[in-house]
């Protein structure tokens, strides 16, 4: 009786150390995901500055592109929920950039326009593989944190549910095509 009790017992510390360890891989592993992200969006804010130095000439709608940069640049540590939606407002704006681009041909046909113009798509590309790779990683941990028995170790020692990054993507959506120049 003895024996089965202290077998019963290592097995049960056993299997709340296996847990405990794979809850704070599954949390490094978002805060990874999360740096992977942080990357990305470094690159578009290094990026837009040159986007909107090209476009200046030709049009004065930059000035809330820049002021975007500017603000999510002065603030990194600004809560999930409200950096995503800053970052889907940023997309916005370089979208609205890229088709205003379209009625300045001068514009559209500079190389410096389309070099830009290339490197943003890269950026976009690779922020939308790094936040399918956080949001992955935050389904794990959020699966384990909530899943039972994992949840007994996740509460006792305070290991919380990670926020999923959804951000609207420049080239997510498409800018309908405007002429101002009717046939």
Partial sequence: ????????????????????????????????????????????????????????????????????????????KMALPERADEESGLSRSIGKLFALAEDYPDLKASEGFQQLHRSLVEIEDHLQFARRYYNGSVRDNNNRVEGFPSMIIARLFRFTLAPFFEIELAGQRTVPEISLNPK
Avoid: C
Wanted: charged letters at 20%.
């Fill in 1 to 76: 009786m003895e024996f089965f009790f202290i077998v019963t017992v290592f097995a049960i510390l056993a299997w709340a150390a296996w847990t405990f360890n794979r809850l704070v891989k599954m949390r490094n592993q978002v805060k990874e995901a999360w740096a992977g992200i942080d990357v990305q969006l470094q690159r578009r804010y290094d990026l837009v500055p040159g986007l909107v130095a090209t476009v200046k000439g030709y049009t004065s709608h930059e000035s809330s592109v820049l002021d975007r940069v500017t603000r999510l640049r002065g603030n990194p």
